[in-house]
């Protein structure tokens, strides 16, 4: 708006008595005034934070910084450009770590920018996600549209709380499982409490007292070797605790027992030793030793595959399946590098290999002071035709709780289809139009692994989609997303089209075009109906 005053440098009077009309000066002053600031903050930065920290009172929190979230106006300076909360944190609350007060209504920018707004998690409630939904405004009053911010996280725990295994068991896995937000580093250390096991004596574990888990990497093993000394003795118990998460936070099952039983105490006869319902080592599957740490998906750490647990070998017991003599006329070597890991050597037998419908062994040799044990494990189960034309693994009886041609596991029956390939949506379509069900849902390792074996070892589609938002990724079936096998973490800025998942080389998972592209077989699931 532009306002003039004008000074005359002559009087009225004067103009009058020069009869007539005469240049004259005067002078303009013009003062200006700002047009109305109409224009509203922008979001300029929003993203979920996900770094946690431990803070130096013992919790843990979220920073919520200018890194994550920014809003800018031209007009208008950092600490006037307000964050204006909606809705509050439902799970934790909201700090200004400078005043140390609690924020329920407001923050601005400059708040952001000085890194003074934290979020801290509320350790007692088993959750990962958090919400905020603030509308930013300026001091005119000009407000833009009301925006949600989601904290995401992940918390360490134990797969399992107790395990009874016996003293001739060999190597223990432990599964450590990272729940929540997996798709950034974190790590998490281990402790161990000698209850009435000795380390060293009784058992051994990896000098290596912290765990590492890369993005997208949810389960985790850490191993101990257990001692069998041949004396008899009582069970002996220890504990290993997780702590100091880094990059997360701790779940309630931080601690697990492990009770080794004495193998001349007359309980470590498969049919109680190995007892599922009291959450046995063996009663969930090992297969054969892993490397400390490891994560890979081997077809012989798959407890997923349901096959029976290795009998715990006594004295003059005899490997199931194979004729002793044969051992005996066979040379054993080193298998692998050679190099021992806690005294333990693996061996292979020379020779003829046993054909695939035979059962076969490694064995694995742990030498101590005056004495040698040897610890025998048994492999998969053998592999039969189904009739949907897919190589399932034997169950010894025939699982007769789904459909034929359906397989179980993990609570639903799969399976797969390998006449009518297509691309992801025509999979799609098939599944719900003439096997009444969904592209498979993944839940865990053990369930990647036995669906990349019935695949036999070929790309297949699996239902999990881009669901319209850049880098969300959901199953179809709707159930939330605990497992992934992505190379190298989800494709945060997929490329067009490419929204829908294949699995391929080792069961890593690679985004696809979902209609476009070259025709896969594909898995089926559906809920067990009891």
Partial sequence: MLKARIFKEWSDEALISLGEPQPFLFSLAMDWVDQLDKAAPRITRLHSPSQVGLLKNGCYGIYITSHVLKASDPDTEDDQIIFKILRGPLHGRLENTTTGEFIHERFSQKDLSSKTILYIINPSLQVNSDILEFQIMDPAGNTATPQSLELKWSFFEWFQTEYEVCENVGLLPLEVTRRGYSMDSAFVGIEVNQVSAVVGKDFTVTPSKLIQFDPGMSTKMWNIAITYDGLEEDDEVFEVILNSPVNA????????????????GGRCH???????????AWGKGSGQPLRPGSSSLTTSDSPGLERGPPPSLTKGD??????????????????????????????????????????????????????????????????????????????????????????LHSGYCHTLVTQRKGTWTTATRACREQYQGNLVTVFSRWHMQWLWDISGRKPFWIGLKNQGRTGHWEWIGGEPVAFTSWKRGPPQHP????????????GQWQSKNCSKGKAHNFVCSRKLQM
């Fill in 249 to 264: 936070v701790l779940g309630t099952k931080t601690k697990a027992a492990v009770k080794i039983l004495d193998s001349k």
């Fill in 318 to 407: 005899a490997l199931q399946g194979f004729d002793p003599t044969d051992l005996s006329q066979r040379k054993m070597r080193t298998h692998g590098n050679g190099k021992s890991y806690h005294g333990i050597v693996s061996l292979k037998l020379d020779g003829d290999s046993f054909s695939a419908h035979k059962l076969k062994a490694k064995l694995s040799v742990i030498r101590q002071p005056q004495k040698t044990i040897q610890v025998a494990e048994l492999p998969l189960a053998d592999k039969v035709e189904s009739p949907a034309g897919s190589h399932f693994p034997r169950q010894g009886l025939e699982d007769r709780s789904c459909p034929a041609g359906w397989h």
């Fill in 495 to 506: 490329k067009p089209g490419k929204n829908c998942v294949l699995v391929h080389k080792r």
């Fill in 270 to 280: 498969p049919s109680n030793s190995f007892n599922q319902s009291k959450h046995s």
